[in-house]
Antibody, heavy 121, light 106 residues
Framework: EVQLVESGGGLVQPGGSLRLSCAAS????????MHWVRQAPGKGLEYVSS????????FYANSVKGRFTISRDNFKNTLYLQMGSLTTEDMAVYYC??????????????WGQGTLVTVSS | DIQMTQSPSTLSASVGDRVTITCRAS??????LAWFQQKPGKAPNLLIY???SLESGVPSRFSGSGSGTEFTLTINSLQPDDFATYYC????????FGPGTKVDIK
C-alpha cells in the first residue's frame, strides 16, 4: 500500500525556517518524481515545488523561488522541503504528492495527509 | 504560466442530481487535465486524469470530457458522499490548479 506521511510542521516566527519531511512507503520511491502542494486556510490548492526521481531536476513556484529548497534521500525514501524567510503568506497545510507518469506527462495519484505550518509572532 | 478557471465557484444540488463543473485553461493543454475531490480536513483525491480517464476505484458516476482549453467534470446521480470541493489541475506545462468548485446541499 502506497503511503506518504508528512511531518515537521509547526509554529514558526516570520523570517524563520522550517524543514518538512515526507516519508514514503509501499512503492519504489526513487523512480517517481515527487511534489509539494500547499493549501492556505480556507483557500485552494497551490503547487509549490517538484523534484525528479534522481534529484537532478527541481522546479519551484515563483512564490517560493529562492526561499524554499526541495530535496530527497532515496535511501531513506524521504522527500524534504527546506523553507526559509517565512511569511504569513506561507502559512498553510503542506502536502507531498507522488507523480505517476502516463503518456509522457505526470499527474498526482497519491497524496499525504498534510502537515500544518503556522507563521506567527 | 498557464492559468486555470472553474465555474461555478459554488453549486447547490440535491441527491440524485446531475452536476457539471467547467474548467478552462488560458492556453491549450491538450488532454493533460486532472480532477480532484477534496473534503474538509482531508487530502485531495484523484478522480479523473488525462481529461477523461477514470482513476481506479472511483465510482463510474464521475466522468470527464474536453480537450484544448475547455473541460467538464460530470457527476451523474449525485450521492451524499459527493458533497465536497472539486479542483481541476493542468499538467501540460508544470502544474496549475483551478480555484475550486464547492458542491453543497441545496
Amino acid at each position: 500500500e502506497v503511503q506518504l506521511v508528512e511531518s515537521g510542521g509547526g509554529l514558526v516566527q516570520p523570517g524563520g525556517s522550517l524543514r518538512l519531511s515526507c516519508a514514503a512507503s509501499g512503492f519504489t520511491f526513487g523512480i517517481y518524481s515527487m511534489h509539494w502542494v500547499r493549501q492556505a486556510p480556507g483557500k485552494g490548492l497551490e503547487y509549490v515545488s517538484s523534484i525528479s526521481g534522481n534529484a537532478e531536476s527541481t522546479f519551484y513556484a515563483n512564490s517560493v523561488k529562492g526561499r524554499f529548497t526541495i530535496s530527497r534521500d532515496n535511501f531513506k525514501n524521504t522527500l524534504y522541503l527546506q523553507m526559509g524567510s517565512l511569511t504569513t503568506e506561507d502559512m498553510a497545510v503542506y502536502y507531498c504528492a507522488r507523480e505517476r507518469s502516463y503518456g509522457g506527462k505526470g499527474n498526482f495519484d497519491y497524496w499525504g495527509q498534510g502537515t500544518l505550518v503556522t507563521v506567527s509572532s | 504560466d498557464i492559468q486555470m478557471t472553474q465555474s461555478p465557484s459554488t453549486l447547490s444540488a440535491s441527491v440524485g442530481d446531475r452536476v457539471t463543473i467547467t474548467c478552462r485553461a488560458s492556453q491549450s493543454i491538450s488532454s493533460w487535465l486532472a480532477w480532484f475531490q477534496q473534503k474538509p480536513g482531508k487530502a485531495p483525491n484523484l478522480l479523473i486524469y488525462q481529461a477523461s480517464s477514470l482513476e481506479s476505484g472511483v465510482p463510474s458516476r464521475f466522468s470527464g470530457s474536453g480537450s484544448g482549453t475547455e473541460f467538464t467534470l460530470t457527476i451523474n446521480s449525485l450521492q451524499p458522499d459527493d458533497f465536497a470541493t472539486y479542483y481541476c489541475q493542468q499538467y501540460s506545462f508544470y502544474f496549475t490548479f483551478g480555484p475550486g468548485t464547492k458542491v453543497d446541499i441545496k
